[in-house]
């Protein structure tokens, strides 16, 4: 079937509605594949294009027709998808006003809000006795559903009520209640169904409250369990409760109460009796008025109190007891208004003495005022050797205040339940039960703490077993019909019930947590975390560290872990409950005692801990958590539910304002997600929910048929062939025995096709009926309308052509007009156009030159106030820098005046001045003449130079005008050169600026780590600390040393990588750090104006300019820091990142400075030879450039070299730290190796250019000195040569300007020497340069080779770096905490990489060994072979030792050789533990017979030791003990359990016996297992005879078991419900109890038989009985089956009909398919039901002619005549159409069956047993491989 088939105009479908979920609409365009739109019509007549996409937006749902619109089951529906669902309970809800309605085996039952008279008597009395299908849903159908199959079944059921809060669940429990009580009243004046009904208002009143969801929603789960004796009375009840909101008790939210109790006992306060407990209005306590409104609308609590009151009374509570009862919830009110007053040091607190509440409270309870006012304000803490009391602080009291509320009411909940389960107990004994489960659905808050977890944990089990529930009961139904059945994937929740409470699961964790003594929450979320973080189902919320998210099947829920710890432990304080125990009034002293041998199974129960330790061992339950109890409860509730039948009973709520008979759509949609109603709508949908019988579909659909298929006899063969044609697809229906099955929509498309066929057939006959009326009329209007055709054409075409020439002339005059027109206004728009342009053109223009300008001018206004504020901030900083300094130099100033003052009063100091001065003066005289002399000899000297320097400045003057007039470039120069030194200035300014804040930075970073390595090194002790406890308790629990030795290495390994790890994070800190100010910088000098400087001038400017380059600050003093790491030693050095890159930019710098020096040499020999002929030639000014360069490279070299020392030695002292923090290891040596080579190298190299300085030094200086007396000489100075200029103006202008400055002299650099001494300086300088070539070359193949070995680490570390780095990003967005636990997760990976391969190597080693042993043992076999040839005794006995281990250790490796040794004093234990004490689930998770292959072994071993007393003695007392076992017990499942093992005894028996006839299949290792020394023949025949006996016993516990439930399986239910019927059905075998017969009354179904058989087949499988064995079982079974149901049939007149023949035809075919399924059809039990088929056939077929008498005579051949006969005489017409038998026809029957020899006997002998063979099946285990659990207890069994 195509989309365009089912896709078409008028068809109708739903679309998603952000409102209403879903919404209608119908299609107006027949819809083709890949349209991407489909056209739709909305209910409002509005169109739609709905968006159509293979995989984004599929196709819409289609609409079910109108008339399965309100069905009562949803799986009636023909199109089974969500938005059908929820349209037809909407429908059903508002229109009908039904609250039920069925979805498959579920009731959905929706709040109506509103009261319903349809829960009356009459109504029960309705539904009692009805089957669940019979009549509208309702909660009464389930309740007598799960009553019958209760009776009928023999099984025990359960109603299992859950939804939402104020769904209605506590509703529906107490009317399912009332309907057993009435239905199931009790067969004596007990009255139990009275008192049953009776504990629903005090539950009501003690367990349920208003909250903003339901005004009466039950804060605690309950299961009771109503029981019935064998006549199915009621003969009591008992109810488990589970995990009461105790939290309610202290505190609620807004628009929420406490529990009913206590505003009932308010509202009647007023009373008498109650006058002594001195309550008031609910409003005066705490407790009850933080909701702050203690009304319900429409409740009246004084009215629900009397009814409270009338129940205790009726469940036979006496007036003492409820006064005491209602003393203690009064004085939990009073409690809650206590005053606790604080301190004024805020760690202590107290009580006033005046407080009424508190003298109430002691009153009401009977204890002492002074201690209870004392306990609530202290507390006593224990230590190992003594005891002191504690002051509380007023919050720690008032928890504590109400911790003991919250615990004395749950007590008195708990003794509540208790003495009603005590009234309610049952008399006599329980015969079976009735389980109604009231438990709180799914719930999610915007604060979700531990009872909502707790809440959704229960859902999810109970949600799980509806699932699993659902699919098995859908999967069976497909088995028994003989439907292909496709596995469907469901939902299963089973990973989150994992991860809530299987090992290491939240609960698991939470008690864990809860045991520790300092346990936080904080520290059990991060334990979370670290554990589930990888689960699907668990997830961290992203701004929370105190939460976690639990995906549920419902919806994600958020948990705030605060108070789990806290509400898991449930802690009071001992001394306060020691208070109340010493109470005088008995019951409440009784709350707090506890029974001693009595452990409770609610959950709902306190754990009372002292707050002190005491030498008294405390309770077991004590111990016991509120989780783990609930866990524990949990799993008994779910025992107890897979035990029994559920019955599921979805409450909905429709709205969330509780008005009446609303629906909002959202939801309930919700709801129904989640709740598992569309779960089996889903899986229903995906097999086949409507069927047809094939009478049906081929009477409803015939009109489809050709006229030739339906004159075939055979109808299902025609129905067949109609549906192979109509339906393309095969997979949408399947055809069973009696029935069609179809896909979800295949009926509606085919009433889609029947309609349609009908519509064709009623077109067909209009069509051709208007046909022939239409001809006629066309006739006679032919006839008239050519005469007016011919007349009026004639007509027509004179004014035709009259029309064409005026349309000729108008087409011309209208073409000119047109053509003037359109001319005109394309010229104006033109000239318009063109005007527009150039106006706005040059506005353009004008506005982005303005913007050119307006920039230009920000940029000068930028510069000059950036400028300004910078020159701003140094002042500041200057002015600041020398107040400080000055300050700090007064204070030192006026120390030392004062000590100076103090010392010149002594008289000794003026003896030591006066002694001093004399020496003193006479110095500082001898010093004055000195400096006397030295001043006239530098006087003089100076007027020399003054002289000199005068004339030479007259001389430049005139040179410099002269050069002024010839070129005026100089003033410019000087300009440009003072801007460059202002620039310069301003450089150096902001340099400083920089340094100043790097340092400031720098020790704000320092700092920084400082702080951040001693967090470390406390989390790395407490990390350790934890590491050694796990040490620890790894060490105890393996036991081993080399298991710990492994550990501790591994330890090891993970604190030297963690210590690592953090040193290489603190360096790549600082090292970013540092590379970001740097680049600072760079980017800063980079940017400068004016300083365009390449690289061969920067490093000369920066010597001048204190302006320093990145290239000159980051290295030190290499001989210092390699003198330092060789004191220190190479253990204590660390790795220095740092040092490591500075000396490889080191080296590339110097290797930069050798190309520029060999560049400079050959640039200077260059200039010599070109000058060398013309020694008088005049000097360039590239030749003074080179010089001045010269000179200045030699100075910045100096400074260079100081810079590198100071900078080395702050390396130095990084070094030394790092040597002592870090550990050594052999990575760190090694790349340390590589440094020190490093720096050995770079030390050389600073000394060769040292070398290299004093050369170029001396040369420069000579050069200088030539050139300067050569300008003295000279008098004649050369004109400029302009026609040159320097190749780098720049350069020279910066080389010029540093020289003149250096020298402080205006010598002229333009003239060269004549004289030919430049040449030689030259050549000096050549020869330095080859000299320096040579070096360094060499050094430059080493630095090549270190550099690459260098950059391979580099690499290395800068990968190692990333993930490094990777991993810091990552861990900087994590809290502290987080981050501890993602390091040590981090650590705990690469541990387990570690361990995998070491796993690895041990796998390899391990391979290697096998391969050594087996070398090994072939030397043995050698080494015996030879030893048998030695002849010489001597050298025997040497050998035979040797052997003898040898041979022992062969053993041990092959683990054991399938033998058990067993002392002769054990063998009474092990037949204890292994046959009288053994049960088969002990043993059900092991291989199939265990136990007769640990006997086997126990046999072979006494054989093997040629013991025959033992093997005698083992064998017969096996066989006596499973015979004594057997006697007592009828059990099916014991009896197949033995027979399954004593066969495979035998078995055993034969395979090993080393006969050749069973030793065909055996392996070479079983046959090396054979028996050597006894032949037990005889025991076989022994074993072989109990077998048959166990066999006959086993046949007679199953026909035992079976024979009560065959007359009503097979003839009196029905299978197929509503037989006649073309309607399609709902859910198929809603209940397994559908079989009724006339009285309505019914045992057991057709299910339940089979169900019983598939236990049957189950249990033999399980246990491993032989597949033979079970099939002469069942074949046994089924002819017991047979024999029953044909004696029934021939004795009973009422089922002798065709409906029943039908109904008998199915049963039968749904045995076969069972045995189909189970692989059971080759067995020939189907055979044996041969009769009772041709029975049913014979019911079913025509009775009337001869020819039908032939063919019944040639059908029935497995029955005898007497058999046909009865039957035909039995044949009872149920319906008009049916007619009777005739006699004549009987006669002819029996005329024609006098000729057969049958028995004489009518009846089916149900006696006879077939002879049972036990065929040989030996066993492919080897027994070498079995493993024997120690639940077992043979532990004294010792494998050989």
Request: glycine letters at 4%.
């Amino acid at each position: 079937m195509s989309v365009t088939e089912l896709y078409t105009k008028y068809t109708r479908v739903w679309i998603p509605d952000p409102e209403d979920v879903w919404r209608a609409a119908e299609i107006t365009r027949d819809y083709q594949e890949k349209e991407p739109v489909l056209h739709l019509k909305l209910e409002d007549e509005t169109p739609l294009q709905y968006p159509v996409g293979p995989s984004s937006n599929p196709l819409p749902f289609l609409r079910n027709p109108d008339i399965l619109v309100g069905e009562n089951d949803l799986t009636a529906l023909s199109y089974l998808h969500e938005p059908a669902v929820l349209h037809n309970l909407k429908v059903r809800f508002l229109e009908s006003n039904h609250i039920y309605t069925y979805c498959g085996i579920v009731l959905v039952a929706i709040n109506p809000y509103e009261q319903l008279q349809i829960y009356g008597e009459e109504v029960i009395t309705a539904y009692s006795g009805q089957n669940m299908g019979d009549m509208d849903p309702h909660i009464f159908a389930v309740a007598e559903e799960a009553y019958k199959q209760m009776a009928r079944n023999e099984r025990n059921q359960s109603m299992i009520v859950s939804g939402e809060s104020g769904a209605g669940k506590t509703v529906s429990a107490k009317y399912a209640m009332r309907y057993f009580a009435t239905v199931g009243g009790s067969s004596s004046d007990a009255n139990v169904e009275e008192k049953v009904l009776a504990s629903s208002p005090i539950m009501e009143a003690i367990g349920n409250a208003k909250t903003t969801r339901n005004d009466n929603s039950s804060r605690f789960g309950k299961y009771i369990q109503i029981g019935f004796n064998r006549r199915y009375h009621i003969i009591g009840a008992n109810m488990r409760t589970y995990l009461l909101e105790k939290s309610r008790v202290v505190f609620q939210a807004e628009d929420e109460r406490n529990y009913h109790i206590f505003y009932q006992l308010c509202a009647s306060a007023s009373l008498p009796e109650f006058r002594d407990l001195s309550l008031t209005s609910a409003e005066d306590f705490t407790f009850t008025s933080m909701g702050e409104n203690i009304f319900i609308e429409g409740v009246n609590d004084a009215e629900d109190f009397k009814k409270t009151r009338e129940a205790l009374t009726l469940l036979g509570i006496k007036d003492s007891s409820q006064s005491n009862i209602f003393r203690v919830l009064a004085s939990i009110l009073h409690l809650g208004n206590v005053e606790i007053r604080s301190e004024r040091d805020g760690e202590s607190c107290h009580i006033s003495g005046d407080d009424v509440h508190l003298k109430h409270f002691c009153r009401l309870l009977g204890v002492e005022l002074q201690q209870m006012e004392h306990w609530l304000c202290h507390r006593k803490l224990a230590t190992a050797s003594e005891t002191y009391v504690k002051n509380m602080s007023s919050k720690q009291s008032a928890n504590a205040r109400d911790a003991l509320a919250k615990h004395i009411y749950a007590r008195m909940f708990d003794w509540i339940v208790e003495h009603v389960n005590v009234v309610l107990q049952a008399s006599s004994k329980q015969h079976s039960f009735i389980g109604v489960l009231d438990i709180y659905g799914f719930e999610t808050f915007d604060i979700n703490s531990f009872e909502q977890f707790c809440i959704n944990y229960a859902n999810e089990k109970l949600q799980q077993q509806f699932n699993s529930h659902v699919f098995k009961l859908e999967q069976e139904e497909y088995m028994k019909e003989q439907i292909p059945w496709t596995l469907i994937d469901f939902y299963d929740n089973q990973p989150c019930i994992d991860l809530i409470e299987a090992r290491l699961g939240v609960l698991d964790l939470l008690d864990e947590e809860c045991k520790v003594p300092k346990g936080t929450d904080q520290n059990w979320a991060q334990k979370l975390y670290k554990q589930h973080l990888s689960s699907a189902h668990f997830q961290k919320p992203r701004m929370s560290n105190v939460s976690f998210i639990i995906v549920h099947f419902a919806d994600k829920v958020e948990y705030q872990c605060d108070g789990f710890l806290e509400k898991n432990r449930d802690t009071v304080y001992e001394e306060q409950i020691n208070i109340l125990k010493a109470s005088q009034f008995q019951l409440v002293a009784d709350l707090f005692h506890e029974k001693d041998g009595v452990p409770t199974s609610k959950s709902s129960k306190v754990n009372v801990r002292s707050a002190k330790t005491t030498t008294k061992t405390p309770n077991r339950e004590h111990r016991q958590t509120v989780g783990h109890q609930f866990r524990s409860s949990l799993h008994l509730l779910m025992d107890t539910l897979n035990a029994t039948t559920p019955h599921y009973v979805r409450c909905i709520k429709p709205n969330d304002y509780k008005e009446a008979f609303s629906f909002d759509s959202s939801r309930a949609v919700q709801q129904l997600r989640a709740c598992g109603v569309l779960e089996t709508i889903r899986i229903s949908a995906a097999g086949y929910p409507s069927r047809w019988t094939y009478l049906d579909f081929f009477s409803r659909y015939r009109v489809l048929l050709k006229k030739s298929d339906m004159m075939l006899a055979d109808k299902k063969l025609v129905c067949k062939n109609l549906l192979e044609t109509l339906i393309k697809d095969p997979d949408m229906f399947q055809f069973g025995k009696t029935k069609i099955f179809f896909r979800a929509g295949q009926v509606a498309y085919l009433e889609k096709l029947r309609a349609d066929k009908f519509r064709a057939a009623c077109i067909k006959i209009q069509k051709t009926v208007r046909g022939w009326l239409q001809r006629v009329r066309y006739r006679k209007i032919r006839k008239a309308a050519i005469t007016l055709q011919r007349y009026g054409r004639g007509y027509m075409a004179r004014r035709y052509a009259d029309f064409l020439r005026l349309t000729r002339a108008a087409i011309i005059c209208q073409k000119q007009y047109r053509m003037v027109r359109d001319r005109r206004a394309f010229l104006r728009v033109r000239q318009a156009v063109i005007t527009i342009q150039a106006f706005t053109r040059g506005m353009f223009t004008r506005r982005i030159y303005w913007e050119f300008l307006l920039h230009h001018k920000a940029m000068i206004i930028q510069k000059n106030v950036r400028g300004w504020i910078q020159r701003t901030k140094f002042r500041r900083a200057r002015v600041a820098a020398i107040i400080i300094q000055c300050a700090y130099r007064r204070v030192r100033a006026k120390r030392q005046l004062k000590q100076l003052k103090i010392e010149a009063r002594s008289a000794e100091h003026l003896k030591k001045l006066n002694t001093g001065m004399e020496n003193k003066i006479v110095q500082l005289q001898r010093k004055v003449d000195d400096q006397s002399k030295e001043f006239k000899s530098q006087s003089e000297q100076l007027i020399l130079l003054n002289t000199s320097l005068s004339s030479e400045v007259n001389k430049l003057q005139k040179e410099l005008q002269q050069n002024r007039s010839q070129q005026g470039e100089g003033g410019q120069l000087q300009e440009e050169l003072k801007r460059l030194k202002e620039e310069l200035e301003e450089a150096s300014a902001q340099r400083k600026m920089l340094e100043e804040e790097y340092g400031t930075e720098k020790w704000r970073l320092q700092q920084r780590v400082e702080e951040l390595e001693r967090e470390n090194s406390l989390l790395k002790s407490e990390k350790e600390e934890m590491n050694q406890r796990i040490l620890q308790n790894a060490k105890t629990a393996e036991g081993g040393s080399k298991a710990a030795e492994r550990e501790a290495g591994l330890q090891k390994e993970l604190d030297l990588e963690r210590q690592r790890y953090q040193n290489l994070l603190k360096e790549f800190s600082r090292l970013e750090q540092r590379c970001e100010n740097l680049k600072e910088d760079l980017s800063l000098t980079k940017f400068q104006p004016g300083h365009r400087r390449n690289t061969s001038n920067q490093s000369s400017l920066e010597s001048d300019s204190n302006y320093p380059s990145i290239s000159t600050s980051e290295v030190g003093d290499t001989e210092d820091s390699l003198q330092l790491v060789e004191e220190m030693g190479m253990e204590k050095a660390a790795m220095d990142i740092s040092v490591f890159m500075k000396l490889q930019k080191r080296v590339r710098e110097l290797e930069q400075e050798r190309k520029r020096l060999q560049a400079n040499v050959d640039k200077m020999e260059e200039l010599s030879k070109r000058k060398g002929p013309e020694p008088r030639s005049p000097a360039s000014e590239e030749e003074t450039a080179d010089l001045a360069y010269n000179n200045l490279k030699r100075q910045e070299l100096e400074t260079e070299n100081k810079k590198l020392k100071n900078d080395l030695n702050e390396l130095r002292k990084a070094i030394a730290e790092r040597a002592s923090q870090n550990s050594p290891s052999n990575e760190i040596q090694d790349s340390y190796h590589v440094l020190l080579s490093q720096l050995k190298a770079a030390n050389e190299e600073l000394d060769a250019r040292k070398e290299e300085v004093l050369i170029l030094k001396t040369q420069i200086v000579s050069t200088a000195k030539v050139q300067e007396n050569s300008d003295q000489d000279d008098h004649n100075v050369p004109e400029m040569d302009n026609s040159k200029e320097p190749l780098d103006k720049n350069e020279a202008l910066s080389s010029y300007h540093g020289l003149s400055e250096s020298k402080n002299s205006h010598l002229d650099w333009c003239y060269v020497n004549e004289d030919g001494e430049m040449a030689l300086a030259y050549q000096g300088l050549k020869q330095v340069a080859r000299l320096l070539e040579a070096q360094l070359q060499s050094q430059t193949r080493q630095h090549r080779d270190e550099l690459e070995a260098l950059h391979t680490q580099i690499e290395l570390l800068r990968d190692d770096i990333e993930k490094k780095q990777e991993i810091l990003n990552y861990m900087s967005s994590l809290s502290p905490d987080a981050k501890v636990e993602y390091s040590v997760q981090q650590e705990i990976t690469r541990l387990t990489n570690d361990n995998l391969d070491l796993k690895e190597l041990v796998e390899k080693l391990e391979k290697n060994e096998k391969k050594l042993k087996k070398q090994l043992r072939i030397y043995m076999k050698k080494v015996q072979e030879l030893e048998a040839c030695q002849a010489a005794m001597d050298q025997g006995g040497r050998i035979k030792p040797e052997l003898t281990r040898q041979v022992t250790v062969q053993r041990k490796e092959k683990d054991f050789e399938g033998m058990l040794e067993y002392n002769k004093e054990d063998e009474s234990l092990l037949l204890k533990n292994l046959i009288t004490d053994m049960r088969p689930n002990m043993v059900s998770a092991t291989v199939p017979c265990l136990p007769a292959y640990i006997l086997f072994m126990c046999i072979r071993h006494a054989d093997y030791i040629n013991d025959d007393q033992k093997v005698e003695s083992l064998l017969t007392s096996t066989i006596n003990a499973i015979k004594k076992v057997l006697k007592k017990s009828d059990d099916f499942e014991m009896t197949s359990f033995w027979l399954a093992n004593t066969s495979r005894l035998l078995h055993c028996l034969k395979q090993y016996s080393g006969d050749e006839a069973f030793m065909t299949q055996n392996t070479s290792k079983q046959n090396e297992h054979c028996l050597k020394n006894f032949d037990l023949a005889e025991y076989r025949q022994v074993l072989s005879d109990l077998s048959i006996q166990i066999y006959q016993q086993l046949i007679k516990v199953a026909e035992g078991i079976i024979q009560p439930m065959i007359v009503s399986a097979m003839l009196e239910s029905e299978s197929i419900p509503s037989l006649a019927g073309v309607k399609p059905m709902g859910y198929r075998n809603r209940s397994s109890s559908m079989d009724t017969d006339a009285d309505g009354h019914t045992s057991y179904t057709l299910e339940a038989l089979i169900r019983q058989l598939g236990q049957f087949h189950s249990i033999m499988s399980e246990h491993g009985l032989d597949p033979e064995i079970m099939g002469q079982v069942v074949r046994q079974l089924f002819h017991c089956i047979n024999a029953v149901t044909l004696n029934n049939l021939l004795l009973r007149k009422d089922v002798c009909s065709w409906s029943t023949g039908m109904q008998l035809r199915y049963n039968t075919s749904q045995m076969e398919e069972w045995l189909r399924a189970n692989n059971l059809y080759q067995s020939k039990a189907a055979a044996t039901l041969e009769p009772i088929i041709q029975a049913a056939q014979l019911l079913q077929v025509k009775k009337k002619t001869s020819q039908d008498g032939e063919a019944i005579c040639s059908l029935c051949s497995s029955l005898t005549s007497q058999q046909i006969v009865k039957i035909l005489n039995l044949y009872t017409p149920l319906n008009e159409f049916e007619e009777r038998v005739t006699v004549a026809f009987i006669r002819n029957i029996q005329s024609r069956l006098k000729d057969r020899n049958d028995p004489p006997q009518l009846l089916v002998d149900t006696k006879q047993m077939f002879p049972v063979l036990f065929p040989y099946t030996p066993s492919a285990l080897s027994l070498e491989t079995l493993h024997i659990p120690a639940s077992l207890g043979l532990n004294f069994l010792v494998r050989v």
